[in-house]
């Protein structure tokens, strides 16, 4: 994580989640997150792809320069940015990953600025992950970026973690070591693999063995 808060909104998810791959919506306590919440979203899936915001902090709205409650998280992205958002947001949804993605924002006088944005999975009523939980934050600690709205933004990088592990430690489990919630055999080798997308090539990573790399078309 490259900011305080992801840090902190992560380590408090994985406290709440346990060892299941996703905690219930009504698990999350504002209180105990309450000094960054104006910094923190949730989005609700609406088949067959959308993903509308049902809350979002007064900083995340301010950076907008719009209120974004109601609005598809989605929407104002480049067409290939759409797209990959949306394989991302369901790899999420399918398979209870994580996501840290690096955006690159614009103003309309051209100033430029990067924010971490990090999205978790959540549940919502019975078993399907229907909820995510995140974040958007300006890398940068200074107040330039509190001044005005962005108006045009872009992925430079996007990491996913199968399944919800975790950042800090992804490393290949024991083979003996019985897992809580096994993925089904097509999806194994997702297991201990990390996505890395930069500058329009993406990355699966493979800790101590190999590496896979995928241009996308």
Not at 15 to 33: H, L, N, S, W, Y
Not at 40 to 63: D, H, K, M, V
Not at 108 to 119: A, D, P, T
Not at 192 to 206: G, H, L, T
Request: with cysteine.
């Amino acid at each position: 994580m490259r900011t305080k808060t992801n840090s902190k909104l992560y380590s408090y998810w994985n406290e709440v989640r346990g060892t299941r791959t996703a905690p219930r919506r009504f698990d999350i306590e504002p209180a105990q997150i309450a000094d960054i919440l104006s910094e923190t979203f949730i989005l609700e899936f609406q088949p067959p792809n959308g993903y509308r915001y049902r809350l979002a902090g007064t900083q995340i709205c301010e950076n907008f320069g719009r209120e974004l409650r109601g609005t598809n998280f989605t929407d104002g992205w480049q067409d290939y940015d759409r797209f990959s958002l949306q394989r991302h947001l369901t790899s999420i949804r399918k398979l209870g990953a994580i996501a840290r993605i690096l955006m690159e924002g614009t103003t309309r006088m051209g100033v430029k600025s990067n924010f971490e944005i990090l999205i978790l999975p959540l549940r919502h009523n019975g078993e399907d992950i229907n909820r995510f939980l995140g974040a958007i934050v300006p890398i940068e600690d200074d107040d330039q970026t509190r001044l005005w709205p962005i108006v045009e933004y872009r992925i430079v990088e996007t990491e996913l973690t199968y399944p919800a592990d975790g950042f800090e430690d992804i490393s290949p489990a024991p083979v003996e070591e019985a897992q809580p919630e096994p993925q089904p055999p097509i999806l194994a080798h997702f297991r201990n693999a990390r996505i890395v997308k930069q500058d329009r090539r993406q990355f699966r990573v493979y800790d101590g063995g190999l590496s896979d790399q995928q241009k996308e078309t």
